[in-house]
């Protein structure tokens, strides 16, 4: 269309200059459009722009303390850097099955965030509570360094964000990373001392002081201190804390109400505070460093 054309409506100045830049805009998005339908344009020939698609697709490992006693806490930031870049990262919502029972696998679960349990199949049909496993731990080793089927299912109790690390992979990278094996050793063995706990407070302490023990220590590894006192932040069911603490339901709801009316937690749904941890921990016959 020519100037001349816009010239010829008898506009005001103003106006005439103001449809002329219209359309000049208007043309250069048409040749643009145009130009990108025949050659669309390929981000990737540009360095820069595709270590920044790198970096966009990639999701940040949690930038959180991970808590203690966790794999990874024990690990130094070097040896951690590189265990975190082993695996091929997932995201689970919850409910989702981790790592199945009697399944003979041999790759490693690293949970990077959320909360999983453990648990297995009983005899009789039921699912016992072994133990409660969050961002930082590892989990799949047993099946990893002995290649036996899978000796209980891990499951994530809310949304999750972990790694899977081939079995091939995390033995190389404990050849090349001696610290880590020796920390790896270290946890296996407080999760056995954590285990064989559990078996001699079921013979030797009555209900519950089992249950102040399992409360104590739960607090210590998966509490937050709050103004009320310390909040575990553990979505248990009160059956599942019976099979923890080798009770029946009804010995654990006798327990906790026991526990309330002395004041020493407050319980809402499947959420428990703790409000005098001192006197639990005595209670529980625990020495400080043992919760």
Not at 183 to 210: C, G, H, Q
């Given at each position: 269309m020519p100037i001349d054309l816009f010239l010829g409506l008898d506009l005001q100045t103003g106006p005439t200059l103001g449809l002329l830049a219209a359309y000049l805009l208007a043309m250069a998005l048409l040749r643009q459009g145009s130009r990108t339908a025949r050659d669309p344009l390929r981000f990737d020939r540009c360095r820069w722009l595709r270590r920044v698609g790198a970096l966009m697709r990639r999701e940040p490992h949690p930038s959180a303390q991970w808590p203690y006693g966790t794999f990874l806490q024990r690990l130094g930031p070097p040896v951690r850097a590189a265990l975190l870049e082993l695996g091929v990262r997932r995201r689970v919502p919850a409910g989702q099955i981790l790592i199945h029972e009697g399944l003979r696998e041999s790759h490693l679960v690293l949970i990077e965030e959320g909360l999983t349990k453990v648990t297995t199949a009983l005899p009789d049909g039921r699912t016992a509570l072994l133990s409660l496993r969050v961002g930082g731990d590892l989990v799949g080793e047993m099946s990893a360094l002995n290649d036996q089927p899978r000796s209980a299912t891990v499951t994530a109790c809310g949304p999750a964000r972990y790694s899977v690390i081939p079995c091939e992979r995390f033995r190389a990278f404990l050849r090349g990373?001696?610290?880590?094996?020796?920390?790896?050793?270290?946890?296996?063995?407080?999760?056995?001392?954590?285990?064989?706990?559990?078996?001699?407070?079921?013979?030797?302490?009555?209900?519950?002081?089992?249950?102040?023990?399992?409360?104590?220590?739960?607090?210590?590894t998966h509490g937050q201190q709050a103004p009320g006192g310390v909040v575990i932040d553990v979505r248990l069911t009160q059956p599942?804390?019976?099979?923890?603490?080798?009770?029946?339901?009804?010995?654990?709801?006798?327990?906790?109400?026991?526990?309330?009316?002395?004041?020493?937690?407050?319980?809402?749904?499947?959420?428990?505070?703790?409000?005098?941890?001192?006197?639990?921990?005595?209670?529980?016959?625990?020495?400080?460093?043992?919760?």
């Open positions: 990373n001696p610290d880590a094996a020796l920390e790896l050793a270290a946890m296996v063995s407080d999760r056995l001392r954590w285990s064989n706990r559990r078996r001699i407070d079921f013979t030797s302490y009555p209900v519950k002081i089992r249950v102040a023990r399992v409360v104590a220590e739960l607090s210590r599942e804390l019976a099979s923890i603490c080798g009770a029946s339901e009804t010995s654990i709801q006798k327990s906790l109400r026991d526990l309330r009316t002395e004041g020493l937690v407050d319980t809402d749904y499947r959420r428990m505070t703790v409000l005098d941890l001192p006197r639990l921990r005595a209670l529980g016959q625990l020495d400080a460093d043992e919760s």
